[in-house]
């Protein structure tokens, strides 16, 4: 089992940054591939980016050269540093795990929310 905090969110300009971050506690963080999705007020949850266990990362093209998702597995930890925020990027940030293998994203944080202001 795996548990998840996100933290980091909070109300900011448009332009500024803000870095998210995500701690992982109980099984094998470093085996895992970490994600972070977002749900924008009024819309169906989407993937923003993820990272495999040796460091591959994906992103979303929403977010692509603006976002850096990156972990340190010594502290069970995923980071969103998130650059440029438009209003766009507003909405509640949640930090899931995939086990190695599978397909799905198993479990969830219970996430963050980032204000944009314009």
């Known amino acids: 089992q795996v548990k998840l905090a996100e933290s980091g969110g909070g109300l900011v300009q448009a332009g500024d940054s803000l870095r998210l971050s995500c701690e992982a506690s109980?099984?094998?963080?470093?085996?895992?591939?970490m994600g972070w999705f977002r749900q924008p007020p009024g819309k169906e949850r989407e993937f923003v980016a993820h990272?495999?266990?040796?460091?591959?990362?994906t992103y979303a093209d929403a977010v692509k050269g603006r976002f850096t998702i990156s972990r340190d597995n010594a502290k069970n930890t995923v980071y969103l540093q998130m650059d440029i925020l438009k209003a766009g990027d507003a909405g509640d940030y949640f930090c899931?795990?995939?086990?190695?293998?599978?397909?799905?994203?198993?479990?969830w944080g219970q996430g963050t929310h980032v204000t944009v202001s314009s």
């Open positions: 109980g099984s094998i963080f470093n085996t895992y591939v």
């Open positions: 899931a795990a995939r086990r190695p293998g599978t397909r799905a994203f198993d479990y």
């Open positions: 990272i495999l266990r040796g460091g591959g990362r």
